[in-house]
Structure formats: structure tokens, C-alpha cells
């Protein structure tokens, strides 16, 4: 398979071979993620009951967790160590994405690697940690609303864990957004005020988005989901302003389309052909004295 840092441009079929390459190897490091989360699998069990345990000692219950499949608890430690390989080798596969779009970029963009991959992998586990430690405010209101209607909380652990692992994996993803933006506007796709001017679109496209991911119909849990995600759009604001005031003015010829750009280095070669037809003009009546 061609380099893909080679200058020539690549096949659409030489595309689509890195990009299986890129993603059997992402799936390697997801296993191999996977291995580690197996070995701790119990403790990460204990770690993931904790929020709802938290939120019984709110409402003042007994919380028992129960199994009703006969290899209900295989899968579930199996589906533990999934989402376990997918934060855990993170870093890796976003790497991996990361080298996939790279070729596709322009020199200035490139240079931005060294803040954006630390920054995306931090983000992700920083929408999964906050998702954590704020689920127990959820699980406490729905078994409150439970205790209203007059009936036992008792909770079945698979839709439990199903229900916190979306959730954590979603979040995980969602606070790539100010990223994902800031970016964007680094690269003049965007820029603040396009942002500031539709962002009652983005607050229904995200409400939108929160209802579809989220695993019930409830409204609470979709504005659980929502307005994090509406704080950081705002956060996006904030940034792309900061990145266009740190923009250094572009050399000539750069932001402009491809067939602007080939017009300015045309001007350009007809220019310098000029000059030296007319320097050495003037040489030779200078030698011809």
C-alpha cells in the first residue's frame, strides 16, 4: 500500500485501505483494553452500582440488584470490559483517527496535533468521569418518583448498566464538542459570530440529539444530557473567539479557494518574468556601453 504522506494523491481504494488498517488496529488496542477490564471486572461492577447504591441511601432504601437470565452476569461483565477497552485504549484509537485525516490537512493545521490529541483524549474521560459523579442525582429523583406512586424500587442490573454505560459513553463523546469546534474555527470553517447567530438552532438541534441517544423518553433524563452539552457550545463561543484574536495574519495567496491562490502565484511567476527580462535588458545595453 502507497504511503499515505506520499505528495501524490491517493486512491479512493488506497483510502479505504489505510482506513481498514486504522480500524483493525483500533480494534486491537480496544481488546487488548478489554483484557485489562476483564482482570478487574468485579471491582469496576462495584464501581458502577455505586451511583445508584448512593442514590437509595438518599431516598432511604434497600436497593437489591437482580439477574433474571441465566447468563445474564456473563454478558454483563463481558459488556463491563467493553466499555472498560474503549476509554482505556482511547488515547490509541483517537490517535488513530487522528492519523487518518491527517494527510487531508494543510502545513499550519497540522501543527495543532500536539494540543488536540491530549485535549480530545482528556475530554472524553472527562465527559465519562462527570457523567459518573453526577448520575446519582438522576437515579435519586426517578426512585423518588417511584416512591410517589407508591411501589418498591428494586432494580434489575441489566437495564442498570446498560442505562449507566450509555450514558457514560455518550457524555464521553459530547464533550468533544468545544474541541471539535475550536478547531473548526481554527481553520476559518467557522467562526463566533456564525456561532452566536444560530445558537437557538443548536440548542433544539441539541435537545434533538439528547432525546434519541439517551435510553428513555423521559424529559428529565433528556435535559440531563442537554444542558451540558448547551454549556458547552457557550464554552465553544468562548474559544473560537480566543482562537481567531491569537490568528496571525495569513501569508498571500492562503485562505484564499485553489483557483484564487494559482491566479495570485500566476500574478506572481509574471512578475518575476518581467523583472528578469527587464534586468537583463539592462544589462546588456550596460555591457553593449
Same mark, same amino acid.
Given at each position: 500500500?502507497?504511503?499515505?504522506?506520499?505528495?501524490? %494523491?491517493?486512491?479512493?481504494?488506497?483510502?479505504? /485501505?489505510?482506513?481498514?488498517?486504522?480500524?483493525?488496529?483500533?480494534?486491537?488496542?480496544?481488546?487488548?483494553?478489554?483484557?485489562?477490564?476483564?482482570?478487574?471486572?468485579?471491582?469496576?461492577?462495584?464501581? &458502577?452500582?455505586?451511583?445508584?447504591?448512593?442514590?437509595?441511601?438518599?431516598?432511604?432504601?434497600?436497593?437489591?440488584?437482580?439477574?433474571?437470565?441465566?447468563?445474564?452476569?456473563?454478558?454483563?461483565?463481558?459488556?463491563?470490559?467493553?466499555?472498560?477497552?474503549?476509554?482505556?485504549?482511547?488515547? &490509541?484509537?483517537? +490517535?488513530?483517527?487522528?492519523?487518518?485525516?491527517?494527510?487531508a490537512l494543510e502545513r499550519h493545521?497540522?501543527?495543532?496535533?500536539?494540543?488536540?490529541?491530549?485535549?480530545?483524549?482528556?475530554?472524553?474521560?472527562?465527559?465519562?468521569?462527570?457523567?459518573?459523579?453526577?448520575?446519582?442525582?438522576?437515579?435519586?429523583?426517578?426512585?423518588?418518583?417511584?416512591?410517589?406512586?407508591?411501589? #418498591?424500587? %428494586?432494580?434489575?442490573?441489566?437495564?442498570? &448498566?446498560?442505562? &449507566?454505560?450509555?450514558?457514560?459513553?455518550?457524555?464521553?463523546?459530547?464533550?468533544?464538542?468545544?474541541?471539535?469546534?475550536?478547531?473548526?474555527?481554527?481553520?476559518?470553517?467557522?467562526?463566533?459570530?456564525?456561532?452566536?447567530?444560530?445558537?437557538?438552532?443548536?440548542?433544539?438541534?441539541?435537545?434533538?440529539?439528547?432525546?434519541?441517544?439517551?435510553?428513555?423518553?423521559?424529559?428529565?433524563?433528556?435535559?440531563? +444530557?442537554?444542558?451540558?452539552?448547551?454549556?458547552?457550545?457557550?464554552?465553544?463561543?468562548?474559544?473560537?473567539?480566543?482562537?481567531?484574536?491569537?490568528?496571525?495574519?495569513?501569508?498571500?495567496? %492562503?485562505?484564499?479557494?485553489?483557483?484564487?491562490?494559482?491566479?495570485? /502565484?500566476?500574478?506572481?511567476?509574471?512578475?518575476?518574468?518581467?523583472?528578469?527580462?527587464?534586468?537583463?535588458? %539592462?544589462?546588456? #545595453?550596460?555591457?553593449?556601453?
Open positions: 500500500m502507497p504511503s499515505p504522506r506520499t505528495n501524490r %494523491e491517493a486512491t479512493f481504494f488506497e483510502h479505504l /485501505e489505510e482506513l481498514r488498517g486504522r480500524i483493525g488496529r483500533s480494534l486491537l488496542y480496544i481488546i487488548g483494553g478489554m483484557i485489562a477490564g476483564w482482570v478487574f471486572r468485579s471491582d469496576l461492577l462495584t464501581i &458502577l452500582q455505586h451511583p445508584a447504591h448512593i442514590a437509595a441511601d438518599r431516598v432511604g432504601i434497600e436497593l437489591p440488584f437482580r439477574i433474571f437470565e441465566p447468563a445474564g452476569g456473563l454478558v454483563l461483565m463481558m459488556v463491563i470490559a467493553f466499555v472498560a477497552g474503549l476509554v482505556i485504549s482511547s488515547p &490509541l484509537w483517537f +490517535m488513530e483517527l487522528w492519523l487518518f485525516v491527517e494527510p493545521e497540522k501543527r495543532y496535533v500536539v494540543f488536540m490529541l491530549p485535549s480530545a483524549v482528556g475530554l472524553f474521560v472527562g465527559g465519562v468521569v462527570f457523567c459518573y459523579f453526577i448520575s446519582p442525582r438522576a437515579f435519586e429523583f426517578f426512585f423518588r418518583i417511584n416512591q410517589s406512586m407508591g411501589v #418498591d424500587v %428494586e432494580l434489575t442490573l441489566q437495564p442498570y &448498566l446498560y442505562f &449507566l454505560l450509555r450514558l457514560l459513553i455518550v457524555f464521553g463523546l459530547s464533550f468533544e464538542l468545544p474541541l471539535v469546534l475550536m478547531f473548526l474555527g481554527r481553520v476559518g470553517i467557522i467562526n463566533s459570530r456564525w456561532l452566536i447567530n444560530w445558537w437557538r438552532h443548536a440548542v433544539v438541534g441539541i435537545f434533538i440529539l439528547a432525546a434519541i441517544v439517551t435510553p428513555t423518553i423521559d424529559p428529565f433524563t433528556m435535559t440531563f +444530557m442537554a444542558a451540558p452539552l448547551v454549556l458547552l457550545y457557550g464554552l465553544s463561543i468562548f474559544l473560537v473567539k480566543i482562537v481567531e484574536k491569537r490568528q496571525a495574519p495569513e501569508p498571500a495567496g %492562503e485562505g484564499l479557494g485553489p483557483v484564487e491562490a494559482e491566479d495570485a /502565484e500566476s500574478e506572481d511567476e509574471q512578475d518575476w518574468e518581467a523583472f528578469y527580462r527587464t534586468d537583463g535588458a %539592462e544589462t546588456g #545595453d550596460d555591457e553593449g556601453v
